[in-house]
């Protein structure tokens, strides 16, 4: 049984690829059938603009460098993970700098569509790939013993991390990951948000953190009631899933330009503005509910395997209640059989002990 969990998990990772890679396929081949080759004066120097923002990049250093030490620590003490949760970790937070860090991020603030792909990667490939990672063990191994003790046991038992758990309610999770992404799509807020960079970095942080907490609720594997029920998993999952197709559709079908923050048309690689927001709209359409879609199938599958799982003990209970009974009943019968056979002995003897003392008189 666990092998075949660990085998979906991987065919689970590489569908997340498989899916994140033919869209972006369809996506440019749709471009360049539409525009012919993009090319602009100096446009090849845009794939080598990769940044390196101390806020960005030295977290995830940390937490690379944490997550290795205690993953050597869990293998000294014999707990081996399996491999494939090492690659959804370290491919999470890829995802995180590709989407802030690489040149795509300089794109996003000239394409709307590659905008769109940047909060795909935030919102939903990355959060999808950390939950399924589930590195807490080895990120608490690898931190310092003291820093552990003094500071994240205590903070454990605060009241402001009791006042956190509130966000993690499926209800209010679902309503902050559709919050986040309506909010941000509305023109006035993602035209103020290219011009502001400090609101530019409250959108990524808000799209990251209400993705992480709604996929957590939805992918934790821990039965209810301290997990979400099944139920109300495809619930969180069908509400985010209508809001994300009715406003893709709608990007998708429009005819009038929304965000001119992106500038004048045509935009980045003679890109027509319309097309260009009508794109957008197919991939926030498309792609984010495949992404929803095969967490759903996900979720899904974990309860399914669950209950087969449970089947399985309760089908073991039944078989090891049956010999039970059996040796039980053989056991009885032995049991009553030495009664009966006793009580006749004693019978015999109180009967014989009459008759001796009768005629013995």
Do not use: C
């Amino acid at each position: 049984m666990k092998k075949e969990s660990v085998s979906d998990d991987r065919s689970a990772l590489g569908l997340i690829a498989i899916i994140g890679v033919l869209n972006l396929l369809f996506a440019l081949i749709a471009l360049f059938v539409r525009y012919g080759p993009i090319t602009e004066n100096g446009a090849s120097a845009l794939f080598w603009r990769f940044r390196f923002d101390p806020a960005i990049t030295l977290p995830i250093l940390l937490f690379a460098f944490f997550y290795i030490l205690g993953a050597r620590r869990r293998r000294s003490t014999e707990e081996h993970a399996e491999g494939w949760r090492h690659l959804a970790f370290f491919g999470g937070f890829s995802a995180i700098y590709l989407a802030l860090q690489s040149p795509l991020d300089w794109i996003s603030d000239r394409l709307f569509f590659a905008h769109q792909i940047e909060h795909m990667l935030l919102d939903m490939v990355a959060p999808i790939l950390l939950v399924l990672a589930a590195p807490q063990a080895a990120l608490l191994r690898g931190l310092p013993r003291p820093f552990r003790r003094r500071v994240v046991g205590p903070s454990l038992g605060s009241a402001i991390f009791r006042f956190l758990r509130f966000f993690t309610h499926p209800a209010v999770a679902t309503a902050l990951f559709i919050g986040a992404m309506d909010f941000w799509m509305i023109p006035h807020m993602q035209d103020a948000a290219l011009e502001n960079e400090r609101l530019h970095d409250l959108m990524h942080a808000t799209l990251l953190a209400s993705g992480l907490i709604f996929f957590w609720r939805v992918l934790d594997k821990r039965p209810y009631p301290l997990g979400a029920s099944l139920g109300t998993r495809l619930f969180m999952f069908s509400l985010a899933s209508i809001s994300n197709i009715l406003v893709g559709s709608f990007l998708a079908f429009k005819n009038t330009i929304l965000y001119p923050a992106y500038g004048p048309s045509p935009h980045l690689f003679g890109i027509a503005a319309i097309d260009d927001e009508r794109f957008g709209g197919l991939i926030m359409w498309i792609m984010g509910s495949e992404m929803l879609a095969l967490a759903a199938i996900l979720t899904i599958r974990h309860f399914a395997r669950d209950e087969e799982r449970r089947e399985v003990r309760r089908q073991a209970v039944r078989e090891r209640t049956a010999d039970w009974f059996l040796e039980r009943r053989a056991a009885n019968r032995r049991l009553a059989l030495g009664l009966v056979s006793f009580s006749g002995v004693i019978l015999l003897i109180t009967v014989g002990t009459v008759l001796v003392y009768h005629y013995v008189e």
